[in-house]
């Protein structure tokens, strides 16, 4: 009886974490169109509306006060970063960006030089390499993330490419709320929606900065 239970209990657990993992139809199609409308983009409506974010992003309350930040390494599909993190150093701030390895996401320092030595994950992310020894942010903590992100609403909703890891990044820093950073995300006006689908894991950031005509 009690193995039957034993077995029971696993069958139902296995199944529940399966059904878990199952995409969700309206996020998957939300980032199929999301990706549609980013590539029709020029190359030039792309600089245009980045210049317009680092504007906006430099120029934000939340980033002026800021000095150990967390940002991303931008791909041809993103919001040009490299711009912010080059004012984030010249301001005399850290600038601090994802490692992906293991299924687990660090923010580790970007130090001089790191741009141009960066190896790509194999979905074309730069990132540093696994024996490099740099900074993790969770050292002392920070004091702003700018996320990225396939679509988002003014009001806070975020939807990522599917992995869960800022999701669970800012959830674990937001057990702590005195010292949990700001979120604010980057993108292309396509990428601001009126409504995205989120979950219970979801984590709704602070706000949002795009390019407005």
């Known amino acids: 009886m009690w193995l039957r239970s034993l077995v029971s209990f696993y069958c139902t657990s296995v199944k529940s974490v399966k059904m878990s993992k199952i995409p ?16 029709a983009l020029t190359a030039e409506e792309k600089k245009r509306q980045s210049d317009i974010v680092y504007n906006k992003i430099t120029n934000h309350p939340y980033y002026k006060s800021a000095n150990r ?33 293991g ?48 679509a988002f609403t003014k009001n806070g909703g975020r939807l990522g490419h599917g992995g869960g890891y800022y999701d669970k990044y800012i959830a674990n820093l ?28 979801d984590q709704i950031i602070d706000g949002v900065i795009c390019a407005e005509d």
Request: charged residues 25%; proline residues 6%.
């Open 24 to 39: 969700d139809p309206k996020k998957m199609l939300i980032r199929e169109q999301v990706a549609a409308s980013i590539a």
């Open 69 to 101: 930040i967390a940002i991303f390494m931008s791909t041809d599909q993103e919001i040009n970063t490299m711009p912010i993190i080059s004012h984030i150093k010249a301001k005399g701030g850290k600038a601090f960006v994802p490692q992906y390895a």
């Open 103 to 150: 299924g687990q996401m660090r923010m580790l320092e970007l130090e001089a030089g790191d741009e141009d030595n960066m190896p790509l994950t194999r979905h074309g992310i730069a990132q540093h390499s696994k024996d490099i020894q740099r900074e993790d942010a969770l050292s002392q903590g920070l004091d702003l993330i700018i996320a990225p992100g396939v």
């Open 174 to 201: 937001r057990a702590n709320p005195a010292t949990a950073p700001k979120v604010l995300a980057v993108g292309f006006k396509c990428q601001v929606l009126d409504e995205v689908p989120m979950n219970e894991s």
